[in-house]
């Protein structure tokens, strides 16, 4: 995919930066330069594709769970993404002001960050990591809360 040069889509923008979060206890975050426009597509990252298989190995052979569990994208069935760019540090929300959409281009394949309404300079960039699998929660100390998650969905 990068052995040679190609005519790549517009990986990065100037619109977005990483600074220190809003968020207690979240470190750093994504936030806009200048308005991004609702609708507009202010990055498209590319992937690293792998299998979940290797999650699963690694947590096997050590016992814990690796950091890319926290920090990947649902691919296919069977495939789990690493978002490049600045796709893994966005930080999560249930009420967000943007949403992500893969893109399965076999050349180029990619996660597309697109404002759900206009994002106003110096405001931090959210989205929901798990836009079908409803409200997600954390723990205090801002790891994913799965228990908490399930009693959730059980009581729906």
């Given amino acids: 995919m990068f052995k040679r040069k190609t005519k790549n889509p517009n990986w990065f923008s100037k619109k977005i930066e990483i600074k220190e979060s809003s968020i207690e206890n979240a470190g750093i975050g994504v ?9 507009e597509i202010f990055e498209s990252a590319p992937v690293v594709l792998f299998h979940l298989e290797l999650l699963k190995d690694y947590v096997e052979l050590t016992g814990e769970k690796h950091v890319l569990c926290d920090h990947v994208f649902n691919w296919s069935s069977s495939n789990h ?7 893994s540090i966005y ?6 002001n943007a949403l ?3 893109v399965f281009d076999k ?7 697109i404002a759900l309404r206009d994002i106003q300079p110096g405001e931090e ?13 954390f723990t205090d100390s801002g790891h994913y809360d799965f228990d908490n998650q399930v009693q959730v969905a059980e009581k729906r």
């Avoid at 993404?81 to 796709?87: E, N, R, S, T, V």
């Avoid at 050349?107 to 960050?113: A, G, K, M, S, Y």
């Fill in 125 to 137: 960039i959210f989205h929901h990591y798990c836009p079908k699998g409803g409200d997600l929660f």
């Fill in 31 to 39: 936030f806009a330069t200048e308005l991004i426009e609702k609708h």
């Fill in 100 to 102: 992500h959409r893969r």
């Fill in 91 to 96: 930080n999560h929300s249930n009420s967000p």
């Fill in 81 to 87: 993404a690493l978002c490049l760019g600045y796709g």
């Fill in 107 to 113: 050349e180029f394949p990619r996660i597309e960050f």
